[in-house]
């Protein structure tokens, strides 16, 4: 059982007020500097971990790769330590708001403008982390945190550089084969787990984060590890003026530029992207579009980055955090942190946090689409998909358009039929219940909601465009949505 650390003083320093948060990798707290008062997160990583040295690596390389970049739009990591028990924590900077992809649960697709808000503050902080060599990996919108205060415009926040790779090669966590991230977001070159890997594979996932963020799907859905990352090394996307055809045509050139197979023919950087997206009419208007979203939500929450939200089974060891702590640190203080790092600036330690994502090692992988097998786990011992599986993504014949002159040939309404919710559930279309697993709906050409909850289970993500009659599938138990956004 994992310690409550409510009214605990660490390092009699940080007194711990409340529990914000818990998922099967650990846990995060509020707390307050004792002696100055100031407000910060603490994020512990679960006790059951501590004797797994590339585990406790990866939780202590948030404050390394933090302290490496320092920049604004990356949360910053005051402090690393480890509790009397023997768990690591990290003291974080206090931010609320919500992710990105609360805000693409809660909105829908966004404007232009107000995603060109998103984009152009994440592809900063990521220029600055690719300067460092350093390359996040796990981008996603769980991954960017959009903070807001009353009478001031939002701060994003890139966080979670948990499974950053850097350039020095100091901390060899990952072989040739291993897979680390989110499937749908990956580059094809990540999905096969090449070595080489480099700054551009972060660059495709912002595509794919730019693509979700304007039509509300996936370029490559799919409902096992397997079938996504097939489809990524095989398919071209589904072109996003297909799924929203009033895009202008130039975010598309943007969108599929971003998303090329082959690295070379991508944009060759972070900076490169956002100088295509500064082209865009209404890239001026972004902050002000932003704002309004942002500031339209009426719950807000704080940035922890992704707890995990399945147990890790572990086996049993000696803590191995002092260990480790000690060479993250390499020196006795913060400052030292940055100066460790090849060219950084001296300084106080900025920024980041999150927690391990699943490493996926990829097995069998045939281009062909004959046999593809993916088996997960960290270097130990298997590890059960979490948030990185969708829930059910769109297949791509749901997001096939029907023309306006198709449309007036046809009812003027259709009917959806959810397929295998259990008994009990609820159904909500456009925030309306329905009776029954079977209702009518306004024939439309758009990307709609269809939530299901069940008792006993997450709340569940269904999105379909109404344009025919159709059946959405609700997911298996072994493909439940982790709680939160599915994709």
Not at 10 to 19: C, G, H, R, V
Not at 32 to 50: D, S
Not at 89 to 115: I, K, Q, T
Not at 395 to 414: R, T
Request: proline share 7%; charged share 25%; with cysteine.
């Amino acid at each position: 059982m994992e310690k409550d650390y409510v009214g605990v003083t660490l390092e009699n320093k940080y007194l711990l007020t409340a529990k914000l948060g818990q998922g099967g990798m650990g846990s995060v707290y509020k707390g307050q500097h004792a002696l100055i008062g100031k407000t910060v997160a603490v994020k512990f990583l679960h006790a059951r971990f501590v004797g797994q040295k590339q585990v406790v690596q990866r939780f202590y390389r948030e404050a390394r790769a933090a302290a490496a970049i320092g920049h604004d739009n990356i949360i910053d990591v005051f402090d690393v330590g480890i509790s009397p028990e023997g768990d690591p924590f990290l003291v974080m900077e206090y931010l609320e708001g919500e992710s990105l992809a609360d805000m693409l649960d809660r909105v829908g697709p966004l404007s232009v403008e107000a995603a060109c808000g998103v984009m152009e503050p994440a592809l900063l902080a990521l220029s600055a982390a690719h300067a460092k060599g350093i390359v996040h990996r796990d981008l996603k919108p769980d991954n960017i945190f959009v903070a807001h205060k009353e009478g001031a415009p939002p701060k994003v926040k890139l966080i979670d550089f948990g499974i950053s790779k850097v350039a020095d090669g100091a901390e060899k966590l990952t072989r040739t084969g291993s897979v680390m991230g989110t499937p749908a977001y990956m580059a094809p070159e990540q999905a096969r787990g090449d070595a080489a890997l480099d700054h551009r594979a972060d660059v495709y996932a912002m595509g794919v984060i730019l693509y979700e963020l304007l039509t509300g799907a996936l370029p490559f859905p799919g409902d096992t590890f397997a079938s996504i990352m097939a489809r990524i090394l095989t398919e071209k996307p589904l072109p996003p003026l297909e799924v929203r055809p009033d895009l202008p045509r130039g975010v598309q050139t943007i969108i599929m530029t971003t998303l090329e197979k082959d690295p070379a023919r991508r944009y060759q950087s972070a900076a490169a992207l956002l100088a295509a997206l500064k082209s865009l009419d209404g890239f001026d208007s972004r902050i002000d579009h932003l704002t309004t979203v942002a500031g339209s939500a009426l719950q807000r929450t704080f940035a922890s980055g992704d707890l995990g939200e399945k147990d890790l089974s572990s086996r049993g060891g000696p803590s191995v955090a002092g260990e480790v702590l000690a060479e993250v640190m390499q020196s006795s203080t913060p400052a030292g942190w940055a100066d460790s790092k090849p060219g950084a600036a001296s300084g106080r330690p900025k920024k980041k946090t999150g927690i391990i994502a699943a490493s996926i090692s990829v097995a069998v992988i045939s281009v062909l689409g004959a046999a593809f097998a993916v088996w997960v786990g960290n270097s130990k011992s298997a590890v059960e998909p979490s948030k990185a599986m969708p829930v059910l993504p769109v297949p791509a014949k749901v997001l096939d358009p029907v023309s306006a002159q198709e449309s007036a040939n046809k009812p003027a309404k259709v009917k959806l039929t959810v397929i295998g919710a259990p008994a009990g559930a609820k159904i909500f279309y456009d925030g309306a219940e329905r009776e029954g697993q079977a209702f009518e709906v306004k024939r439309d050409t758009a990307i709609r909601k269809v939530f299901v909850e069940a008792p006993g289970r997450d709340k569940v993500k269904l999105l379909v465009v109404p344009s025919e009659d159709r059946i959405l599938h609700y997911p298996d138990a072994k493909k439940d949505a982790p709680k939160g956004r599915g994709r």
